[in-house]
């Protein structure tokens, strides 16, 4: 049997009309309804037209969260399991809800309260830097403070957090092929957003976690686990730590796993997948349409 892990993209991958084709699905239909009552607002109508609304973190954050999970029950349903779970920032929380770590619902509330928090932030700049001089790149980091690296995501793929001239100042240094600035309102998963951070600490203390039925890999610490302390604690420093998915794509074949399912919108955890561990077998789940029969 083809052993198989299941990955979940993050905030980046959102597309206006994601996840309508789902509203013909009762269960789905249903989902959407629930997703309604715990944030206040619909995520069908934010998906179906509200392009602006739906790039901004508050909004962007619990739309994925809903889709994802709505597909990978679906795929569940049909009788698909996977044997190994891991999530590109925002998308760890839909492979912590696969591995039955908390409730649909919790991980919901967890998100909307991620995103209200991350939303308030206000300082700082991301950009993304592509076929780079790593070695410069992590020399140049080194000597400026208040810049890090916020997701490696390749050999020739990072994204680089911190003050507006710390990165600028990165950008003017650093050898890249391209390099753009991120839309996102401040420095994520650096320490500039430590006081959101600490926030978060006391409302994710408040929901339970169970032991994962599923080992799942952390974005802080790409070692599988299944213990529930140790997956709450990782969590807890995803807010202002690296997305180390470089050494995330690394370990799936170091682990036996053939075969790779992106859930989600876009394909962009595969395409980075390919890049560090080519000979993995790579699917795509973006909408109904995709699912298996």
Known sequence: MTKTAWVFPGQG??????GMDLLDIPSAKNKFAQAEEILGWSVTEICQNQE??????LYTQPSL?????????????????????AGHSLGEYSALYVAGVFEWSA???LVKRRAELMDNVVNGMMAALMNFDREQLEKVIAQTPDVVIAND??????VISGTTEAVQAVMTQVKAKRAIPLKVSGAF?????????????????????????VPVLSNVEPIPSIDAEILKQRLNKQMTGSVRWREI???????GIQRVVEIG????LTGLIKRSSPDLILENIQSAADLPV
């Open 107 to 109: 991980g919901l509330y």
């Open 153 to 158: 995501n390749s050999s020739a793929q990072v």
């Open 13 to 18: 991958s959102q597309a206006l009309g994601m």
């Open 249 to 255: 794509s690394l370990q799936l074949p170091a682990k």
């Open 189 to 213: 998963h650096s320490h500039l957003i430590a006081p959101a951070a600490a926030q978060f600490q006391d409302i994710l203390e408040s929901v339970e976690f169970q032991p994962a039925t």
């Open 65 to 85: 969260y809903v889709i994802e999970s709505i597909l990978a029950d679906l795929l569940r349903e049909r009788g698909h399991q996977p044997e190994l779970l």
């Open 52 to 57: 602006e609304k739906l790039s901004q973190t």
């Open 265 to 268: 919108p876009g394909k962009v």
